[in-house]
């Protein structure tokens, strides 16, 4: 049973656009949620992550909004840049500290200029 | 800077052959991970360690043992090695704590014949 899920699986954008990447979950004790992104070829690395307590983070043109009613999260990327293609994943945690992760299957993003 | 290392970077195993993945960390955190990722499933915990001499079960742990004998190096064992373990696998390190940034080692591309 997939508890992470992401839409869509694959995205093209142009450049300058604002690009929106969706996250939706199913456990109710999960309460951190970080983006990892990882570019081809490479391993994954923290983008951006919140927790429950918030309903928005920023980050430069990164900006995750949270619908904690709805079990639902969105990354929007403003001004997107080629440099932003990669695939992004969504991911989730319950508070202990072993900081088990569990992954969405990722989106895809391509940002042509 | 974070350093995780992992050798073999590639590696090919017969089916029924025993494989070890090792990882290594120098960033003294307590937690280390061993994920599989394949197309279209994301990013999958195997097997996590809190610590020295620690090794916990993940999501996925059918078919693999792990390994922690010191704070720095934490092993995937493949015992009896067959084709759906083909796969890249990632080792990731992490503070304990709650919220922790996870570091990604550069993973081990691994074909089973």
């Known amino acids: 049973q997939q508890q992470v899920r992401q839409s869509p699986q694959s995205l093209t954008v142009w450049e300058g656009e604002t690009t929106i990447l969706n996250c939706s979950y199913e456990d109710s004790t999960f309460d951190y949620f970080p983006w990892y992104r990882q570019f081809p070829g490479k391993s994954p690395a923290l983008l951006i992550a919140i927790s429950l307590v918030s309903n928005k983070k920023e980050d430069g043109r990164f900006t995750i909004f949270f619908n904690k009613r709805e079990k639902k999260l969105s990354l929007h990327i403003t001004d997107s840049q080629p440099g932003d293609s990669a695939t992004y994943f969504c991911?989730?945690?319950?508070?202990?500290?072993?900081?088990?992760?569990?992954f969405g299957k990722g989106t895809v993003l391509l940002v042509s200029p | 800077e974070a350093a995780v290392t992992q050798s073999p970077r590639n590696k090919v195993a017969v089916t029924g052959g025993k494989v070890t993945l090792s990882c290594n960390q120098t960033?003294?955190?307590?937690?280390m991970y061993w994920y599989r990722q394949d197309t279209g499933h994301g990013l999958r915990l195997i097997h996590y360690?809190?610590?020295?001499?620690?090794?916990e079960k993940g999501d996925i742990p059918d078919g693999y043992k792990a390994s922690r004998p010191s704070q720095e190096n934490f092993s995937l064992i493949l015992e009896l090695a067959t084709p759906s373990q083909t796969s890249v696998y990632f080792c990731?390190?992490?503070?304990?704590?709650?919220?922790?940034?996870?570091?990604f080692g550069p993973g081990t591309r691994l074909t089973v014949l």
């Open positions: 960033n003294n955190h307590n937690n």
């Open positions: 360690s809190y610590g020295a001499g620690s090794t």
């Open positions: 991911a989730a945690s319950v508070d202990s500290g072993y900081n088990k992760l569990t």
């Open positions: 990731a390190s992490g503070d304990a704590g709650d919220y922790a940034e996870q570091f």
